[in-house]
């Protein structure tokens, strides 16, 4: 029995609003920056996932949606957003987020954080053990 849930699509920094509006950038951008980033999240924890050994554990990405299960310490789901040209992150640690492209990066626009860096934090206050994500 898997204790995994079934996969799911489930103020402000002083970021110029022209780099936070979705419309500024056309799909096709937005499909090859999200395509890259959780192609990229998905080879580096799927590695760190196997390395861990946790019981339960399991990394999948089909169709926009990385779900990355740690058994009985929680499942992230980390999905395109098409509509809003976002990527969204379901955390068992600190609940959901929305991320923007800013300058190169994902970012909650509301505090600034990257997404990369968020889940580095996470994840290792989960596991004990660090991760790099960030290049």
Known sequence: MSLCPPRDASSNINVPEAQRDPNEWNEKIYHEESDKALDLLHEKLEAYVEDLGIPES?????????????GKLGTFVINKQTPN???WMSSPVSG???YDWNSG?????????????????ELEGLTGKPIKLLS
């Open 85 to 87: 040209k976002q990527i």
């Open 58 to 70: 399991d990394v999948e990405y089909s169709q926009g949606v990385l779900t990355v299960c740690l």
């Open 105 to 121: 990066l994902w970012v909650y626009h509301r505090d600034g954080r990257m997404l990369l860096q968020q889940l580095e934090t």
């Open 96 to 98: 959901p987020f929305r």
